[in-house]
Antibody
Framework: QVQLQESGPGLVKPSQTLSLTCTVS??????????WSWIRQPAGKGLEWIGR???????NYNPSLKSRVTISVDTSKNQFSLKLSSVTAADTAVYYC??????????????????WGKGTTVTVSS | EIVLTQSPDFQSVTPKEKVTITCRAS??????LHWYQQKPDQSPKLLIK???QSISGVPSRFSGSGSGTDFTLTINSLEAEDAAAYYC?????????FGQGTKVEIK
């Protein structure tokens, strides 16, 4: 069974770059037609989708964060990563990685998040 | 982007009662609506996919319905372990979005 685990610094200074990695275990990140996503959740608040990557390297980002976000994949390490630049206190949140599984309906693929990591807390503070 | 609005924001319910949570989309999303349960200090767990499709291992008291813009998550005969926040999520149009969440408390 596929499991995801986030890792990275728990404290980042304002204006610096937040860097997180998600390690996939129990299966190959390259197998199947999956996308790999990042989602965040400020304390006591709702969920915000940050972006996703396909193992080909194709990405989609939330326009609200697009200018600051880079998601990359390292298939040799079975990992994908998130970089968020110029962080402020507003970026303090629990960051989750998740797998998007496909369902083919008619001629199109639709996706849903079926596996989530446990999340990692990132605090932006000097 | 597509806005999802859940109601209510909070519900306090007695065990064995029926719970109904609604999710309204700002435009039609077909059946690309999924429901998640999030217990305190845990990551979200998939409950229902594509509006009404059940998920293996999820108790049968959880069910979903709807299409287009209006969706419903129903919990039949609420149990104490169902105390959690519930979120709807659309994957019809990028960027993916979530509802603001509904917190279910056990009386």
């Amino acid at each position: 069974q596929v499991q995801l685990q986030e890792s990275g610094p728990g404290l980042v200074k304002p204006s610096q770059t937040l860097s997180l990695t998600c390690t996939v275990s129990g299966g190959s990140i390259s197998s199947g037609s999956y996308y790999w996503s990042w989602i965040r959740q400020p304390a006591g608040k709702g969920l915000e989708w940050i972006g996703r990557i396909y193992t080909s390297g194709s990405t989609n980002y939330n326009p609200s964060l697009k200018s600051r976000v880079t998601i990359s994949v390292d298939t040799s390490k079975n990992q994908f990563s998130l970089k968020l630049s110029s962080v402020t206190a507003a970026d303090t949140a629990v960051y989750y990685c998740a797998r998007e599984a496909p369902t083919k309906i008619d001629y199109y693929y639709y996706y849903y998040m079926d596996v989530w990591g446990k999340g990692t807390t990132v605090t932006v503070s000097s | 982007e597509i806005v999802l609005t859940q109601s209510p924001d909070f519900q306090s319910v007695t065990p064995k009662e029926k719970v109904t949570i609604t999710c309204r989309a700002s435009q039609s999303i077909g059946s690309s609506l999924h429901w998640y349960q999030q217990k305190p200090d845990q990551s979200p767990k998939l409950l229902i996919k594509y509006a009404s499709q059940s998920i293996s291992g999820v108790p049968s008291r959880f069910s979903g319905s709807g299409s287009g813009t209006d969706f419903t998550l129903t919990i039949n005969s609420l149990e104490a372990e169902d105390a959690a926040a519930y979120y709807c999520h659309q994957s019809s149009s990028l960027p993916w979005t979530f509802g603001q969440g509904t917190k279910v408390e056990i009386k």
